[in-house]
């Protein structure tokens, strides 16, 4: 009796560590500047498998505008929209194509984007 009382306590630590308290260690990208027509793009590719994007931290400069290109490679139904909430953006990423979501020139500070279900997440640091 014992042991089953353990092994269900063991059992509900480790969910609980799995789904809240459990952090992928990830690092920050930074976005590649490029020049084109005399102004400053700045750009990186967020690829969206396995069930996370990756990279999942994005690290931009402070007041520039920003594009990600998001390329859809999970076919979960979950993976199908991605949202930044902060700026009221969202859009459809359709199966192994190409959509380059623009943002706009951002202040100091960090964003998420995720799913509409909140089980892909992401973090984009403007420093």
């Known amino acids: 009796m014992l042991l089953i009382n353990l092994t269900g306590l063991g059992l509900i630590i480790l969910i609980i ?15 590649k500047s490029e020049k084109i027509d005399n102004k400053c793009s700045n750009e990186v590719t967020v690829v969206v498998d396995s069930g996370i994007y990756q990279p999942a931290h994005l690290l931009s400069p402070e007041n520039k505008p920003l594009n ?13 929209t991605v949202m ?4 009221d953006i969202s859009a459809e990423l359709p199966l192994n194509k190409l959509v380059k979501i623009q943002l706009p020139a951002m202040q100091q500070g960090e964003y998420v984007f995720h799913c509409q279900m909140k089980m892909y997440n992401g973090t984009l640091l403007v420093k």
Not at 17 to 31: E, G, I, N, Q, R
Request: hydrophobic share 55%; net charge positive.
């Open 17 to 31: 560590w799995w789904f809240w308290l459990y952090k992928p260690t990830a690092t920050a990208v930074a976005v």
């Open 84 to 87: 930044f909430p902060d700026f």
């Open 68 to 80: 990600i290109n998001f390329i859809r490679k999970d076919s979960s139904s979950c993976a199908a």
